[in-house]
């Protein structure tokens, strides 16, 4: 079992950068991969960012290219997501997760094993 939780969210203006940070505990990054999504209010949950296990593969959603950055520290049982010219569009919580495969595939575009409670991120105009 996985344990995550999200911090860093928060009220930003646009054009703003934000990094949001994802520890984990108990089975501390087993070789998972790891991922972004996020949820607005009434809305579906959306991909935002995966990256696998050794770090040298990593895929983002379109409307997130050039702007967000995913990276991982596995020694520090941390994944991070670096948001720069942060948009209105981009206001949603943001949940950090996590699949017991070390690489990314299909379905993580859709769901991972373990889940975070997620962190609430809102882009001022």
């Known amino acids: 079992q996985v344990e995550l939780e999200e911090s860093g969210g928060g009220l930003v203006q646009a054009g703003g950068s934000l990094r949001l940070s994802c520890v984990a505990s108990?089975?501390?990054?087993?070789?998972?991969?790891m991922g972004w999504f996020r949820q607005a209010p009434g809305k579906e949950r959306e991909f935002v960012g995966a990256?696998?296990?050794?770090?040298?593969?990593?895929y983002y959603a379109g409307s997130v290219k050039g702007r967000f950055t995913i990276s991982r520290d596995n020694a520090k049982n941390t994944v991070y997501l670096q948001m720069n010219s942060l948009k209105p569009e981009d206001t949603a919580v943001y949940s950090c997760?996590?699949?017991?495969?070390?690489?990314?595939?299909?379905?993580?575009?859709?769901?991972?094993?373990?889940w975070g409670k997620g962190t609430l991120v809102t882009v001022s105009s």
């Open positions: 108990g089975r501390t990054f087993s070789r998972n991969a």
């Open positions: 990256i696998n296990w050794s770090a040298d593969s990593a």
């Open positions: 997760a996590a699949d017991e495969s070390p690489e990314i595939l299909s379905k993580h575009y859709y769901d991972m094993d373990y």
